[in-house]
């Protein structure tokens, strides 16, 4: 089982970043897909999920407008676009694959997980 995600970095305040979560075909292509994150000093928080088709989503509410989450199943690929950041943003953002089709906010619902972008949005 392999996650990598990327796309991480510095931006300022405003800016946006696209993160990638590249999936392993067999891991992911009948699962759902969601991104935590985890920033300094603080507990792992839910940002987004994914069902496998694509056709559901669902976002904590701290990035709900801001952050878009896709899927490429053709690539085994799902992306987090993420618009106006701030700093409160500034975290590990780490990819992980659910055991079912859905999923929703719980870690305990992931089996597999990435090893983590570090994003950081200066003021």
């Known amino acids: 089982v392999q996650l990598q995600a990327s796309g991480g970095g510095l931006v300022q305040a405003g800016g946006s970043l696209r993160l990638s979560c590249a999936t392993s075909?067999?891991?992911?292509?009948?699962?759902?897909v969601g991104w935590f994150r985890r920033p300094p000093g603080k507990e792992r928080e839910f940002v987004a999920s994914?069902?496998?088709?694509?056709?559901?989503?669902s976002y904590a509410s701290t990035v709900k407008g801001r952050f878009t989450i896709s899927r490429d199943n053709a690539k085994n690929t799902v992306y987090l676009q993420m618009n106006s950041l701030t700093p409160d943003d500034t975290a590990v953002y780490y990819c992980?694959?659910?055991?079912?089709?859905?999923?929703?906010?719980?870690?305990?619902?992931?089996?597999?997980w990435g090893q983590g972008t570090l994003v950081t949005v200066s003021s």
């Open positions: 992980a694959v659910a055991r079912g089709s859905y999923s929703g906010d719980s870690a305990a619902s992931y089996a597999y």
């Open positions: 075909r067999r891991t992911s292509s009948n699962n759902a």
């Open positions: 994914i069902s496998w088709r694509g056709d559901s989503t």
